[in-house]
């Protein structure tokens, strides 16, 4: 089945360091979605991606939808305190129709910033 | 706006238990897939409804099974609990026409 590698699998950082990273898969994907979780919660959306090279920002965040459309970026500028916690990038493969929501994720990308 | 809702948050059950799950879509989202997040793992995807309709399952056993209610609303169940169903179980909804999905805060199930 599908896979997705995210990479890497945790980083430590100071606070108001850049923080990149990538997520990478065997197969196509049609939507690229990032999402952040904290310690007992469900993941809160913070991007999607919808056409392969699209470039997309949401505040200090900003994601990039490969050109092959087997990988994914995301950056966050200017860390602060509560970006800690885990990072999951997540591929959706059917283009639209009624398969909403069927997502394959990655193994999540720990993060933990340094005041 | 309410966003998912899951109920209950927290769960503990025997092996060998039944154990049903609720979860309430964001209003106006007709869609409400299901997913199983063991420590440590990104979430795997179990079951999607759409419009009370099974449209995805995942490689799951035959002891998970969902349903979809005419107000959207979902349950999952499983049956005949292992310790290894020990997990956080994520309900999320998605609009129709759109592909995001937006997550609950989950069930944690301990099959103790």
């Known amino acids: 089945g599908q896979q997705l590698n995210q990479s890497p699998q945790s980083m430590f950082i100071q606070e108001g360091e850049d923080v990149s990273m990538n997520c990478t898969s065997s197969?196509?994907?049609?939507?690229w979605l990032w999402y952040k979780q904290d310690p007992g919660e469900g993941p809160v959306l913070l991007i999607a991606?919808?056409?392969?090279?699209e470039l997309t920002s949401n505040g200090r965040l900003t994601a990039q939808f490969g050109i092959t459309r087997k990988d994914s970026f995301l950056n966050i500028s200017a860390s602060i305190p509560s970006d800690v916690g885990i990072y999951f990038c997540?591929?959706?493969?059917?283009?639209?129709?009624?398969?909403?929501?069927?997502?394959?994720f990655g193994q999540g990308t720990i993060l933990t910033v340094h005041p | 706006d309410a966003g998912v809702t899951q109920s209950p948050t927290h769960l503990i059950k025997t092996r060998g238990q039944h154990v049903t799950l609720r979860c309430s879509p964001i209003?106006?989202?007709?869609?409400v897939s299901w997913y199983q997040q063991v420590l440590g793992q990104g979430p795997q995807f179990i079951f999607q409804?759409?419009?009370?309709?099974?449209?995805g399952r995942g490689n799951f056993p035959d002891r998970f099974s969902a349903r979809q209610f005419p107000n959207y609303s979902s349950e999952l169940n499983v049956n005949a609990l292992l310790l290894g169903d020990s997990a956080l179980y994520l309900c999320?909804?998605?609009?129709?026409?759109?592909?995001?999905?937006?997550f609950g805060q989950g069930t944690r199930l301990t099959v103790v």
């Open positions: 999320a909804s998605s609009p129709r026409g759109g592909t995001e999905a937006f």
């Open positions: 197969s196509i994907f049609n939507t």
């Open positions: 991606l919808y056409k392969a090279g």
């Open positions: 997540a591929g959706q493969l059917d283009a639209g129709g009624t398969s909403y929501g069927k997502l394959t």
């Open positions: 209003s106006g989202h007709k869609s």
């Open positions: 409804y759409y419009e009370k309709e099974e449209r």
